[in-house]
């Protein structure tokens, strides 16, 4: 079992920088993927980008690419996402997502475990 935490969310305008964390505790004790996943009313919950816990093969959605970065610290077991450049459409609900086997951001369904997410708004 593992249980997620996010933090960092916030107001900011266009053009400006987020830091976004997630907090990782219970079965921490092996190599896991991890993700960040975003998700607007009535939309479908969007993938942003994937890692792993030893920072290997990091992925990014092609709508953030360039402008965001995932990055682990496995020391403290916590995700981050380096959001820069912030654009009125990123503005969504964030969360951290890990799986029990290979993931796929382009699947929900391949993260076992979710965060309660945070709030990112990005005014223009």
């Known amino acids: 079992q593992v249980h997620l935490v996010e933090s960092g969310g916030g107001s900011v305008q266009a053009g400006g920088s987020l830091r976004l964390s997630c907090a990782a505790s219970?079965?921490?004790?092996?190599?896991?993927?991890m993700g960040w996943f975003r998700q607007t009313p009535g939309k479908e919950r969007e993938g942003v980008a994937r890692i792993y816990t030893d920072g290997s093969v990091p992925h990014s959605a092609d709508s953030v690419k360039g402008r965001f970065t995932i990055s682990t610290d496995s020391t403290t077991n916590t995700l981050y996402l380096q959001m820069d450049s912030l654009k009125p459409e990123d503005t969504a609900m964030y969360y951290c997502?890990?799986?029990?086997?290979?993931?796929?951001?382009?699947?929900?369904?391949?993260?076992?475990?979710w965060g309660q997410g945070t709030q990112v708004t990005v005014s223009s």
């Open positions: 219970g079965d921490t004790y092996r190599r896991r993927c």
């Open positions: 997502a890990a799986a029990d086997g290979i993931c796929f951001l382009t699947r929900t369904g391949s993260f076992r475990y």
